[in-house]
């Protein structure tokens, strides 16, 4: 970290404790003095007060002509912070994928005016909320405990998800939805796999052979995580060391030795990542599918 970095970050700890003691000021005034030297308190109270906020404000220019000395090296007090930014990219993906689903939804069910506002309802109720708990994640209001608990009313939710969509459309409509809900975690499954193989291929040097048969494997564990293409064990989100294990169970046959002691490390960075999320607990991040 170079000295510019720090001084900045000296400087915005200054600014926090400034902000500190303002709160301070404002919410430990003196109670009203009653009796005897009643007067005498409150001006001395007074008096104090005005110490205080005389300090403050020398503080305040303190940290001003420091942040000027920077110039364009000083930090940008009122820019968004990341998780700031990260939200705003999370609501913007989450808006543009609602967009494409339901004009798939509208032309793969025919729906009309009434049932593409009702649906869309639905869904885009289940989006806010999803959102809403992504920027919680992201800003540590969640423990462990918390996710683990959304984890587990997951599947209780999106039955009643289900239900409601159920009431809106008919029989054949609702039918030809659950296919095309089944056909969302095909199509996931598979971007995932396609992800993973673009960040280990170059590293591992696949040969064609060893592509396909990577593919497969990876592509199996996502479905079986979606519960797609037969999966029939219960999956655990939580159980990041049991993914990962299985994972690489998967993945020894197909690779050489060489290269599945490189991939082990690959997936050992993931376990730390998924871990780093919640807090150093074994879990991953919540993704409530739609």
């Given amino acids: 970290m170079n000295k510019t970095v720090l001084f900045a970050a000296g400087i915005l700890t200054g600014l926090a404790l400034a902000a500190a003691g303002n709160a301070f000021f404002i919410h430990s005034g003196p109670a009203p ?3 005897s030297g009643a007067v005498k308190a409150s001006e001395r109270a007074m008096a104090l007060d ?3 906020a005389k300090d403050l404000s020398q503080r305040e220019a303190v940290i ?27 609501n913007a993906a989450v808006k543009q994928q609602m967009q494409l689903k339901m004009a798939a939804l509208k032309s793969r069910l025919n729906l009309s005016d009434d049932e593409e506002k009702a649906i869309g309802d639905i869904l885009q109720k289940e989006a806010d909320y999803a959102t809403g708990l992504g920027g919680k994640m992201m800003s540590g ?3 462990p405990d918390d996710i683990k608990k959304l984890v587990a009313d997951q599947k209780s939710r999106q039955a009643a998800v289900d239900q409601q969509i159920q009431n809106v459309l008919t029989p054949a409509q609702y039918i030809d939805y659950q296919n095309s809900q089944n056909d969302d975690k095909k199509n996931a499954a598979q971007t995932q796999a396609n992800a993973e193989m673009a960040q280990i291929q170059s590293s591992l040097q696949l040969t064609d052979d060893q592509k396909d048969k990577v593919f497969t494997a990876l592509y199996s564990g996502y479905a079986q995580q979606a519960g797609v293409d037969g999966a029939t064990s219960p999956y655990d989100p939580t159980d990041i060391d049991g993914q990962m294990n299985a994972k690489e169970a998967a993945m020894q046959s197909v690779l050489t030795p060489e290269q599945f002691a490189t991939y082990t490390k690959f997936v050992e960075s993931q376990k730390q990542m998924y871990k780093a999320i919640l807090g150093g607990q074994s879990g991953a991040p919540v993704v409530l599918k739609q």
């Fill in 50 to 52: 005005q110490a205080r």
């Fill in 141 to 143: 209001q969640l423990s």
């Fill in 64 to 90: 001003k002509a420091k942040l000027a000395e920077l110039g364009p090296n000083a930090p940008d007090l009122n820019a968004p912070t990341i998780q700031d930014r990260m939200a705003t990219a999370m």
């Fill in 33 to 35: 003095a009653t009796g």
